[in-house]
T-cell receptor, first 113, second 113 residues
Framework: DGGITQSPKYLFRKEGQNVTLSCEQNLNHDAMYWYRQDPGQGLRLIYYSQIVNDFQKGDIAEGYSVSREKKESFPLTVTSAQKNPTAFYLC????????????FGQGTRLTVV | AQTVTQSQPEMSVQEAETVTLSCTYDTSESDYYLFWYKQPPSRQMILVIRQEAYKQQNATENRFSVNFQKAAKSFSLKISDSQLGDAAMYFCAYRSGNNDMRFGAGTRLTVKP
């Protein structure tokens, strides 16, 4: 079945450690996105990528990094520079034509202690 | 960057009644798409309806319809004959021609039996 997979579903890390969230899709989509969801703040864009080896910062890119070495994969690294990393993270993908819907993964709940 | 505003953090509707969720956006672009997504307690994002900026006609999907006012940059969602299963967070989204996709803060809809 085609879809977008985020792993793990729950992730715990100690403060000061970098952590990488996985996002894989087999929908042959060019565009991929990372969002952070906090209560009352909706989905805030961290990074997005339109094509392999290219990505743009969103509104809250500070403390995060991404790579897009393969079309299927768009991992997000939460670095120790991110001041408040505990949140729910959603990955999405879509075809490049602007009228197509985005498909979302199940999300990763990151807790930093 | 484009911004999306949902001014109603919470809304409530009686089962079988109609409710309207508001959304405004700010952009200088002419080519874009607007979307409404639903997020139930499972946190899986589900597309509800989409609207192309060039189309005058408002989109309709069964019990869901939009009121798209391009000059006012307004994109409201009307849910008719509300059902208990409509209870969820609803997010308005803007997608630009370069695939930048932004979401509003969301509206939590409660459906009363």
């Amino acid at each position: 079945d085609g879809g977008i997979t985020q792993s793990p579903k729950y992730l715990f890390r100690k403060e000061g450690q970098n952590v990488t969230l996985s996002c894989e899709q087999n929908l042959n989509h060019d565009a991929m996105y990372w969002y952070r969801q906090d209560p009352g703040q909706g989905l805030r864009l961290i990074y997005y990528s339109q094509i392999v080896n290219d990505f743009q910062k969103g509104d809250i890119a500070e403390g995060y990094s991404v790579s897009r070495e393969k079309k299927e994969s768009f991992p997000l690294t939460v670095t120790s520079a991110q001041k408040n990393p505990t949140a729910f993270y959603l990955c999405a993908s879509s075809a490049r034509t602007v009228n197509t819907e985005a498909f979302f993964g199940q999300g990763t709940r990151l807790t930093v202690v | 960057a484009q911004t999306v505003t949902q001014s109603q953090p919470e809304m409530s509707v009686q089962e079988a009644e109609t409710v309207t969720l508001s959304c405004t956006y700010d952009t200088s672009e002419s080519d874009y798409y607007l979307f409404w997504y639903k997020q139930p307690p499972s946190r899986q994002m589900i597309l509800v309806i989409r609207q192309e900026a060039y189309k005058q006609q408002n989109a309709t999907e069964n019990r869901f319809s939009v009121n798209f006012q391009k000059a006012a940059k307004s994109f409201s969602l009307k849910i008719s004959d509300s059902q208990l299963g409509d209870a969820a967070m609803y997010f308005c989204a803007y997608r630009s021609g370069n695939n930048d996709m932004r979401f509003g803060a969301g509206t939590r809809l409660t459906v009363k039996p």
